[in-house]
């Protein structure tokens, strides 16, 4: 089972950007989807983004298409997205996960990070 550590999240105004990092323990291997979720408080936990690890393809949800952007990180086993034009809107607790299909429910993906949290002020 593959450990994953969420990192990056801060507070910024209204139009700023963060970057989030996940690290994996294990290999991320060229099968593997890695994605980001959000939680903010009293809402379900939402998609924002996905990415195959092998073929480089990457899907978003519509209110973060545009703006931010999910790709591979610096280091071979970690998972990074950018986040550009922030709005009040984007706050919340992010989480990595990873899983085998491209999908946008939380239950396809079996392993998660800790969550780290994202407050943007307006």
């Known amino acids: 089972q593959v450990q994953l550590v969420d990192s990056g999240g801060g507070y910024v105004e209204a139009g700023g950007s963060l970057r989030l990092s996940c690290a994996a323990s294990g290999r991320i291997f060229s099968s593997a989807v890695m994605a980001w979720f959000r939680q903010a408080p009293g809402k379900e936990r939402e998609f924002v983004a996905a990415?195959?690890?092998?073929?480089?393809?990457?899907m978003y949800a519509d209110s973060v298409k545009g703006r931010f952007t999910i790709s591979r990180g610096d280091a071979a086993n970690m998972a990074s997205l950018q986040m550009d034009r922030l709005k009040p809107e984007d706050s919340a607790v992010y989480y990595c996960?990873?899983?085998?299909?491209?999908?946008?429910?939380?239950?396809?993906?079996?392993?998660w990070g800790q969550g780290t949290q994202v407050i943007v002020s307006s």
């Open positions: 990415f195959r690890w092998g073929v480089q393809r990457s």
């Open positions: 996960a990873r899983g085998q299909d491209f999908d946008s429910t939380p239950s396809a993906y079996r392993d």
